[in-house]
């Protein structure tokens, strides 16, 4: 692409307003930035940004510039994570990405799948995000609720997991022991997001009013500490419950169904088929052992 360079640039300075930050960005030096954004307004013959003592400020053509740069660097960016997912050797880099309650069963499992294959470089993202596949952001997502729908994605479901009503005795002592029919008079624990994918979580939204959920989490490690510290009714699962007390026992509606999903361009590499083969395994130990887990 002619002149990729002095595009790239451009898009950095819109992105981050300044030659210094635009510089950090790219790793050049400011000096480069700015001869870059004089020879492409040059060869443009339009002004694409507005200097002031604060930085850089985008004009109309400049972000019309930086708009198109952004998908081709997208592009780029995708087209890399999928080489990089791609050979006949279980080496480079390894990108798995769950919830942030599931990482204390998956660091050990990806631990040894890394001493098995030494050449690994393993990443465990945690978090609410949900990582784009397509843009090669991860090799192998593990999803909750609904089968994810994404277009040119391999789903494939991997664990069941068991929900169940808890408290803690703190809880419990303050506000009395609740019941099924009484739950409309106590505090819960929630997410807040109303597009929760969680299958208790949306019970939750549908049964108890929205000033009921006093106390809000942002994921399942954070709800879980915010349970044992009496803040409210919250879900844990059957068998994770040292230190609560089952309020209500898991209902069919609040188990949460785990899935594997994986983007088709690289489903089928050596390394990808590698670690979903380990996790499958590992499923199978879990579901063997812990109370809360069965396969699909």
Do not use: C
């Amino acid at each position: 692409m002619n002149h990729w360079d002095e595009i790239r640039t451009a898009y950095h300075v819109a992105r981050a307003g300044t030659v210094s930050g635009a510089a950090e960005a790219l790793g050049i030096h400011h000096a480069t930035v700015i001869r870059h954004i004089d020879a492409l307004e040059s060869r443009l013959g339009v002004r694409l940004f507005q200097r002031h003592a604060r930085g850089y400020t985008p004009t109309e053509a400049g972000v019309d510039l930086a708009r198109i740069a952004q998908v081709t660097e997208d592009q780029f960016t995708q087209l890399e994570g999928r080489l990089k997912g791609q050979g006949d050797d279980v080496t480079g880099e390894l990108v798995i990405t769950a919830l942030p309650g599931f990482s204390a069963r998956l660091a050990p499992v990806l631990t040894d799948f890394q001493g098995r294959h030494p050449g690994l470089r393993v990443q465990l993202l945690t978090g609410p995000r949900i990582f784009r596949l397509e843009y090669g952001e991860a090799h192998v997502a593990i999803r909750a609720g609904t089968a994810p729908q994404e277009p040119d994605n391999v789903v494939q479901p991997f664990l069941n997991v068991t929900f169940g009503l808890y408290a803690a005795q703190s809880y419990i002592d303050k506000h009395g022991m609740p019941t099924e029919e009484t739950l409309g008079d106590h505090r819960f624990i929630g997410t807040g997001d109303q597009n929760a994918r969680a299958p208790f979580m949306r019970w939750l939204a549908q049964n108890i009013p929205a000033g009921n959920v006093r106390f809000q989490v942002s994921d399942d490690i954070a709800m879980h500490q915010a349970l044992l510290a009496g803040a409210g009714l919250g879900f844990a699962m059957q068998g994770s419950i040292d230190g609560l007390i089952e309020v209500v026992p898991p209902k069919t509606e609040w188990t949460s169904r785990l899935w594997l999903v994986t983007h088709v361009d690289l489903h089928r590499s050596t390394k990808v088929q590698a670690v979903l083969a380990h996790l499958k395994t590992a499923a199978q130990k879990w579901a063997n052992e812990e109370t809360g887990l069965s396969l699909p």
